[in-house]
C-alpha cells in the first residue's frame, strides 16, 4: 500500500481553485466559437438528416375454436395445436418467407421519389398521384433511378442517366420469376417521350402508367422511380420490430422505423392482414382436405344410389312384386340392421389401417392425417388426431422461418412422435375390438341368410335389392350431412389474430433527428473540446506565469513584477518615464533596500542574473541603473555577460572596448568607462568576447574593480551571463549586496530556478529575489497577479503613468520583432 505522502497534500492545499477557474474563463471566445461551430454543424445535421419515424401496431395471439361444433364432431375438420403461439408468431413476422409475400402485396419493390433540398432523393410513396403497373415476365433494370417529367397531352419523358453507375454491367429483376440477371451498359443515356396511356416498353423495362384518380393533374411535375430487387427489399423490411407487451400474455407489438409514415401505416397493417390469412388458411386445411375427401365418396354413392333406384324398379316391374310379406319384411329388417352394423365396423377398420399407414409412412410428415368420415366412439383417438394436426401445423411453421437444431422445432419433432406411438397402440386395440365385433355379425349375418333361403325367390331378389338399396341411400345421406358439416367449417372458419390496435398515422414526432437533443449535445460538445484543449494545455504547460507559480514551488522571494516594454529598445525607464514598466522599476528600486543587510551602508552592488538568455535580464540590468540614476545617486552598469553582450546595442554604442579589455590589462579603468545619455549613469561594456571568459571573471582584477568601483558610485548594477547555462554570476555573487534573479512570463520553465531555490535552501546563497519580466495581466494566468509588486494598476492610473498607445489588429498581427 503506497504511503501517505505530506507534498501531495501541501500540493492539493496550494491549488489555487478560484484562479483555476479564471484561467477556464479567459479562454471564453474559445467556448463561444466552438459552441457556434457545434450548434451550426448540429442545426445543418437536424435539417439534412432524412427524418425517421416509427409506429406500431398491437395484435394478440389466441388458439380460437370454430363456436359452431362440438369436440365430439363426427368429421375431424376441428384443430388442434398448441395453445401459446406467440413465440411462432413472432418468428413468422420476422422470417423472409412472410415478409416477402407482404412486399410483393404491396409492391415495395417500386420506389417513387422526389429530389430535395440538398439535392437527395425523397420517398414520396403515398404522395404520388399514379402507380406504376408492371409487366411481370419482362425483365426490368434495377437499382438506377427512372426520371418522369409530366407534359401536358398526357405526355411523359422518361430518361435514364448512366454516367454515374461506375459498373459495366446493368441488373435485371423477373418479378414473376423472382430471377436476376446482367446485361451490358450501354454507350449513351436513355430519353424517349410517350402516352401515359400506353405501355411504356424499352430495353430496360416495360410498365404502365396509372392515375390514382381522373382528377389528379401530373402536368409539369418531376418524379424518380427506381425498381428494386425482391431479396433487397426484403431484407430491408426484416427489421420489423416484434415484441410482447407483457410476459405470460399474447399481446404483440408490430414496429417499424423508416422516412415515410404512410409507407410504415401500409407494411404493418398489411404484415398483419397477409398473417392473418395464413392462419385462417392452415387452420382449415384439414376441413379442405376432408371436405374433397368426403365429396370423392359422395359423389361414388350418388351415382351408386340411381343405378341401384333404377335396378330395384326395373326388378318389381319384371317379377311384378311391390311389397315383402311379413316373415320376409321381418327378415329385410332385421338383415338392415346388421348390414349397417357391419358397414359401420368396416369404415372404422378401414379408418384406423389408414392412419396406422400414414403413421408408419416416414414420406408423409408433412401432409395431415387421413380425415375420417365416421363416429369415433373412442374419444381419447379424437384428441390425439387433433394434436397431432396442431403439431404438423406448428412444424411446418417452424421449418420455414428457422433450421433444424432451432429448440422449440426440436420440441414439436419429439412430441409428434410421443403421441404417434401413443396412437398407434390405441388403433391396436381398437382395431382388434372392431375385428372381434365384425366376427360376432358375420355369424348372425349367416342365420338370416339361411332363413332367407326359405321364403320365395322373388322376394329373396327383392329383399337383395332393397338391401343394396338402403345401404347405398343410408351412406349417401351420411356423406351429405358430412360435407355440409365440412363446408360449414370452412366458412365458419375463425383467425388466431386480432387487431386491438391497428397502425396509424397520428401526427407522431420524428424519433431521428431530434433538434433539442442534438443541440444539447452540440452545446456539451462545444463546451468539453474547449475544456480538454484547456486542460491538455495546461497539463503540459510546464511555464512560469504568475507570482502564484513562484511562490507555490520556490522559496526565493519575489522582488516585484515587470510589464511588457513597448519602448523601441531596453531604455524603457528614459524613453518612457511616465509608462507602467518604468513604475514598475521604481517599485523595484524600493524593495530591494529590504534586500540589503547593512541598512546604512552606502555602497551597493546587485547581480542581475536569469536561467537562460532571453528572459529580460539585460532589460532588467538597463532599467534598474537607470531608476537608481534617476534618484541622483551615481550609479554605474557593468557588461560582465562576457560570452553574448547585448547592452552596447541599446545604447547604440560599438563593443570594441569594455571589461574584456580591462581584465587582461590593455585599458584602465577610465579608459573603458562611458558616460551615458541617463545622467549619473555610467557604462562599462563587455568588450570583444574573450576564449575565456570564466577565467577572466576569477581574475584579481575584478576584485580590485569592485573595490574601486564602490569608491566612486553609489550603486553597481553587474549584467551577467545566465545562471543556468554557465556559472560565472554564481562567482559575481561574492561581490554583491543584493541578487536579482529574472523569470520570464510564459518563457521561463518550471524546472529552470530550482538549482537556485536549492542553494537558497541550503544558505550556499543569500540575498536574492525573483523578478517575473514580461508580465501581462492576463485571467488565464490567475487573477489580480501583479498588484502589490509595483505592477498593474491598469485602466485605474487616473493619469500618474503614460498611457500605452494600443495596436490596430493589422499591427499586432504584423508586428515586427
Given at each position: 500500500?503506497?504511503?501517505f505522502?505530506?507534498?501531495?497534500?501541501?500540493?492539493?492545499?496550494?491549488?489555487?481553485?478560484?484562479?483555476?477557474?479564471?484561467?477556464?474563463?479567459?479562454?471564453?471566445?474559445?467556448?463561444?466559437?466552438?459552441?457556434l461551430?457545434?450548434?451550426?454543424?448540429?442545426?445543418?445535421?437536424?435539417?439534412?438528416?432524412?427524418?425517421?419515424?416509427?409506429?406500431?401496431?398491437?395484435?394478440?395471439?389466441?388458439?380460437?375454436?370454430?363456436?359452431?361444433?362440438?369436440?365430439?364432431?363426427?368429421?375431424?375438420?376441428?384443430?388442434?395445436?398448441?395453445?401459446?403461439?406467440?413465440?411462432?408468431?413472432?418468428?413468422?413476422?420476422?422470417?423472409?418467407?412472410?415478409?416477402?409475400?407482404?412486399?410483393?402485396?404491396?409492391?415495395?419493390?417500386?420506389?417513387?421519389?422526389?429530389?430535395?433540398?440538398?439535392?437527395?432523393?425523397?420517398?414520396?410513396?403515398?404522395?404520388?398521384?399514379f402507380?406504376?403497373?408492371?409487366?411481370?415476365?419482362?425483365?426490368?433494370?434495377?437499382?438506377?433511378?427512372?426520371?418522369?417529367?409530366?407534359?401536358p397531352?398526357?405526355?411523359?419523358?422518361?430518361?435514364?442517366?448512366?454516367?454515374?453507375?461506375?459498373?459495366?454491367?446493368?441488373?435485371?429483376?423477373?418479378?414473376?420469376?423472382?430471377?436476376?440477371?446482367?446485361?451490358s451498359?450501354?454507350?449513351?443515356?436513355?430519353?424517349?417521350?410517350?402516352?401515359?396511356?400506353?405501355?411504356?416498353?424499352?430495353?430496360?423495362?416495360?410498365?404502365?402508367?396509372?392515375?390514382?384518380?381522373?382528377?389528379?393533374?401530373?402536368?409539369?411535375h418531376?418524379?424518380?422511380?427506381?425498381?428494386?430487387?425482391?431479396?433487397?427489399?426484403?431484407?430491408?423490411?426484416?427489421?420489423?420490430?416484434?415484441?410482447?407487451?407483457?410476459?405470460?400474455?399474447?399481446?404483440?407489438?408490430?414496429?417499424?422505423?423508416?422516412?415515410?409514415?404512410?409507407?410504415?401505416?401500409?407494411?404493418?397493417?398489411?404484415?398483419?392482414?397477409v398473417?392473418?390469412?395464413?392462419?385462417?388458411?392452415?387452420?382449415?386445411?384439414?376441413?379442405?382436405?376432408?371436405?374433397?375427401?368426403?365429396?370423392?365418396?359422395?359423389?361414388?354413392?350418388?351415382?351408386?344410389?340411381?343405378?341401384?333406384?333404377?335396378?330395384?324398379?326395373?326388378?318389381?316391374?319384371?317379377?311384378?312384386?311391390?311389397?315383402?310379406?311379413i316373415?320376409?319384411?321381418?327378415?329385410?329388417?332385421?338383415?338392415?340392421?346388421?348390414?349397417?352394423?357391419?358397414?359401420?365396423?368396416?369404415?372404422?377398420?378401414?379408418?384406423?389401417?389408414?392412419?396406422?399407414?400414414?403413421?408408419?409412412?416416414?414420406?408423409?410428415?408433412?401432409?395431415?392425417?387421413?380425415?375420417?368420415?365416421?363416429?369415433?366412439?373412442?374419444?381419447?383417438?379424437?384428441?390425439?388426431?387433433?394434436?397431432?394436426?396442431?403439431?404438423?401445423?406448428?412444424?411446418?411453421?417452424?421449418?420455414?422461418?428457422?433450421?433444424?437444431?432451432?429448440?422449440?422445432?426440436?420440441?414439436?419433432?419429439?412430441?409428434?412422435?410421443?403421441?404417434?406411438?401413443?396412437?398407434?397402440?390405441?388403433?391396436?386395440?381398437?382395431?382388434?375390438?372392431?375385428?372381434?365385433?365384425?366376427?360376432?355379425?358375420?355369424?348372425?349375418?349367416?342365420?338370416?341368410?339361411?332363413?332367407?333361403?326359405?321364403?320365395?325367390?322373388?322376394?329373396?331378389?327383392?329383399?337383395?335389392?332393397?338391401?343394396?338399396?338402403?345401404?347405398?341411400?343410408?351412406?349417401?345421406?351420411?356423406?351429405?350431412?358430412?360435407?355440409?358439416?365440412?363446408?360449414?367449417?370452412?366458412?365458419?372458419?375463425?383467425?388466431?389474430?386480432?387487431?386491438?390496435?391497428?397502425?396509424?398515422?397520428?401526427?407522431?414526432?420524428?424519433?431521428?433527428?431530434?433538434?433539442?437533443?442534438?443541440?444539447?449535445?452540440?452545446?456539451?460538445?462545444?463546451?468539453?473540446?474547449?475544456l480538454?484543449?484547456?486542460?491538455?494545455?495546461?497539463?503540459?504547460?510546464?511555464?512560469?506565469?504568475?507570482?502564484?507559480?513562484?511562490?507555490?514551488?520556490?522559496?526565493?522571494?519575489?522582488?516585484?513584477?515587470?510589464?511588457?516594454?513597448?519602448?523601441?529598445?531596453?531604455?524603457?525607464?528614459?524613453?518612457?518615464?511616465?509608462?507602467?514598466?518604468?513604475?514598475?522599476?521604481?517599485?523595484?528600486?524600493?524593495?530591494?533596500?529590504?534586500?540589503?543587510?547593512?541598512?546604512?551602508?552606502?555602497?551597493?552592488?546587485?547581480?542581475?542574473?536569469?536561467?537562460?538568455?532571453?528572459?529580460?535580464?539585460?532589460l532588467?540590468?538597463?532599467?534598474?541603473?537607470?531608476v537608481?540614476?534617476?534618484?541622483?545617486?551615481?550609479?554605474?552598469?557593468?557588461?560582465?555577460?562576457?560570452?553574448?553582450?547585448?547592452?552596447?546595442?541599446?545604447?547604440?554604442?560599438?563593443?570594441?572596448?569594455?571589461?574584456?579589455?580591462?581584465?587582461?590589462?590593455?585599458?584602465?579603468?577610465?579608459?573603458?568607462?562611458?558616460?551615458?545619455?541617463?545622467?549619473?549613469?555610467?557604462?562599462?561594456?563587455?568588450?570583444?568576447?574573450?576564449?575565456?571568459?570564466?577565467?577572466?571573471?576569477?581574475?584579481?582584477?575584478?576584485?580590485?574593480?569592485f573595490?574601486?568601483?564602490?569608491?566612486?558610485?553609489?550603486?553597481?548594477?553587474?549584467?551577467?551571463?545566465?545562471?543556468?547555462?554557465?556559472?560565472?554570476?554564481?562567482?559575481?555573487?561574492?561581490?554583491?549586496?543584493?541578487?536579482?534573479y529574472?523569470?520570464?512570463?510564459?518563457?521561463?520553465?518550471?524546472?529552470?530556478?530550482?538549482?537556485?531555490?536549492?542553494?537558497?535552501?541550503?544558505?550556499?546563497v543569500?540575498?536574492?529575489?525573483?523578478v517575473?519580466?514580461?508580465?501581462?495581466?492576463?485571467?488565464?494566468?490567475?487573477?489580480?497577479?501583479?498588484?502589490?509588486?509595483?505592477?498593474?494598476?491598469?485602466?485605474?492610473?487616473?493619469?500618474y503613468?503614460?498611457?500605452?498607445e494600443?495596436?490596430?489588429?493589422?499591427?499586432?498581427?504584423?508586428?515586427?520583432?
Open positions: 500500500m503506497e504511503k505522502n505530506l507534498e501531495n497534500i501541501s500540493d492539493l492545499e496550494n491549488f489555487d481553485i478560484k484562479g483555476y477557474i479564471f484561467k477556464i474563463l479567459s479562454y471564453w471566445k474559445l467556448f463561444l466559437v466552438s459552441i461551430i457545434t450548434l451550426f454543424i448540429a442545426n445543418y445535421i437536424t435539417k439534412r438528416k432524412k427524418k425517421l419515424y416509427k409506429l406500431n401496431t398491437i395484435i394478440t395471439v389466441k388458439d380460437e375454436q370454430n363456436p359452431l361444433f362440438a369436440s365430439n364432431t363426427n368429421i375431424m375438420f376441428n384443430w388442434g395445436g398448441a395453445s401459446d403461439e406467440v413465440e411462432t408468431m413472432i418468428t413468422i413476422l420476422k422470417s423472409r418467407n412472410h415478409n416477402e409475400k407482404v412486399i410483393k402485396k404491396l409492391h415495395y419493390y417500386i420506389d417513387y421519389l422526389q429530389k430535395g433540398k440538398y439535392d437527395e432523393f425523397n420517398d414520396v410513396y403515398g404522395k404520388n398521384k402507380e406504376i403497373v408492371l409487366d411481370s415476365s419482362v425483365n426490368q433494370i434495377t437499382g438506377i433511378p427512372i426520371k418522369l417529367n409530366f407534359l397531352n398526357n405526355e411523359v419523358t422518361i430518361s435514364i442517366s448512366f454516367d454515374n453507375y461506375k459498373n459495366t454491367k446493368l441488373n435485371f429483376t423477373n418479378y414473376l420469376s423472382n430471377s436476376s440477371s446482367k446485361e451498359k450501354p454507350n449513351s443515356n436513355y430519353l424517349k417521350t410517350v402516352n401515359i396511356n400506353n405501355w411504356i416498353e424499352s430495353d430496360f423495362f416495360k410498365f404502365k402508367i396509372k392515375k390514382r384518380s381522373v382528377l389528379d393533374k401530373l402536368e409539369g418531376e418524379y424518380y422511380i427506381k425498381f428494386n430487387s425482391i431479396n433487397s427489399t426484403v431484407k430491408k423490411f426484416q427489421n420489423i420490430i416484434v415484441k410482447n407487451l407483457k410476459k405470460g400474455t399474447s399481446i404483440l407489438s408490430l414496429e417499424f422505423v423508416g422516412t415515410n409514415k404512410k409507407r410504415i401505416v401500409d407494411f404493418l397493417n398489411t404484415s398483419v392482414q398473417l392473418n390469412d395464413d392462419q385462417k388458411n392452415q387452420k382449415i386445411q384439414y376441413a379442405i382436405k376432408t371436405k374433397k375427401y368426403i365429396d370423392s365418396f359422395f359423389n361414388v354413392a350418388a351415382k351408386n344410389l340411381n343405378n341401384i333406384e333404377r335396378e330395384l324398379g326395373d326388378y318389381k316391374q319384371q317379377n311384378q312384386i311391390y311389397d315383402l310379406s316373415q320376409g319384411q321381418s327378415l329385410f329388417e332385421n338383415v338392415s340392421k346388421l348390414d349397417k352394423q357391419t358397414i359401420d365396423l368396416q369404415d372404422r377398420i378401414q379408418y384406423y389401417n389408414n392412419l396406422k399407414q400414414y403413421l408408419n409412412n416416414a414420406n408423409q410428415l408433412q401432409k395431415i392425417p387421413a380425415p375420417a368420415i365416421v363416429a369415433i366412439e373412442d374419444q381419447t383417438i379424437t384428441q390425439y388426431v387433433q394434436q397431432l394436426i396442431g403439431l404438423y401445423k406448428s412444424k411446418e411453421q417452424l421449418e420455414l422461418m428457422a433450421n433444424a437444431d432451432y429448440p422449440p422445432l426440436k420440441k414439436v419433432k419429439e412430441e409428434i412422435s410421443t403421441v404417434k406411438s401413443v396412437l398407434q397402440e390405441n388403433l391396436n386395440t381398437l382395431k382388434s375390438t372392431m375385428q372381434n365385433k365384425l366376427v360376432s355379425i358375420n355369424k348372425q349375418l349367416l342365420k338370416h341368410n339361411s332363413r332367407l333361403k326359405r321364403i320365395p325367390k322373388k322376394e329373396q331378389g327383392l329383399i337383395k335389392y332393397q338391401r343394396n338399396y338402403n345401404f347405398t341411400a343410408i351412406n349417401y345421406e351420411y356423406l351429405k350431412q358430412k360435407q355440409n358439416e365440412a363446408g360449414a367449417a370452412i366458412a365458419a372458419n375463425i383467425s388466431n389474430i386480432k387487431v386491438i390496435d391497428s397502425a396509424e398515422d397520428t401526427g407522431e414526432n420524428p424519433i431521428y433527428p431530434k433538434p433539442l437533443f442534438n443541440y444539447l449535445i452540440a452545446f456539451v460538445i462545444g463546451l468539453f473540446l474547449p480538454l484543449y484547456v486542460l491538455v494545455k495546461e497539463f503540459l504547460d510546464n511555464k512560469i506565469h504568475t507570482v502564484e507559480d513562484i511562490e507555490n514551488n520556490y522559496a526565493i522571494p519575489v522582488l516585484g513584477v515587470i510589464g511588457k516594454n513597448t519602448a523601441k529598445n531596453n531604455l524603457a525607464v528614459y524613453l518612457k518615464p511616465k509608462s507602467t514598466i518604468a513604475e514598475s522599476f521604481r517599485a523595484i528600486r524600493s524593495n530591494i533596500q529590504f534586500l540589503f543587510k547593512e541598512k546604512n551602508k552606502k555602497n551597493r552592488t546587485i547581480v542581475v542574473t536569469s536561467s537562460i538568455s532571453g528572459e529580460g535580464k539585460t532588467c540590468s538597463i532599467n534598474i541603473a537607470s537608481f540614476a534617476a534618484s541622483n545617486k551615481k550609479t554605474i552598469l557593468l557588461g560582465l555577460d562576457l560570452r553574448k553582450p547585448k547592452i552596447f546595442d541599446d545604447f547604440e554604442l560599438t563593443n570594441k572596448e569594455g571589461m574584456s579589455n580591462y581584465l587582461i590589462g590593455q585599458k584602465t579603468l577610465e579608459e573603458v568607462t562611458i558616460k551615458t545619455q541617463v545622467p549619473n549613469l555610467d557604462l562599462i561594456l563587455s568588450g570583444p568576447t574573450p576564449p575565456n571568459p570564466s577565467e577572466l571573471i576569477l581574475n584579481e582584477l575584478t576584485e580590485d574593480l573595490k574601486t568601483l564602490k569608491e566612486k558610485y553609489d550603486y553597481i548594477i553587474v549584467d551577467t551571463p545566465p545562471i543556468g547555462l554557465v556559472a560565472d554570476a554564481l562567482e559575481l555573487f561574492k561581490y554583491s549586496d543584493a541578487n536579482i529574472v523569470i520570464r512570463q510564459g518563457y521561463t520553465q518550471k524546472g529552470m530556478p530550482k538549482m537556485i531555490d536549492d542553494k537558497y535552501k541550503n544558505g550556499e543569500k540575498n536574492i529575489s525573483y517575473l519580466n514580461d508580465f501581462v495581466v492576463n485571467n488565464k494566468y490567475g487573477y489580480g497577479n501583479g498588484y502589490g509588486y509595483g505592477y498593474g494598476y491598469g485602466n485605474n492610473s487616473y493619469g503613468h503614460q498611457k500605452e494600443k495596436k490596430s489588429f493589422f499591427k499586432r498581427v504584423f508586428k515586427r520583432k
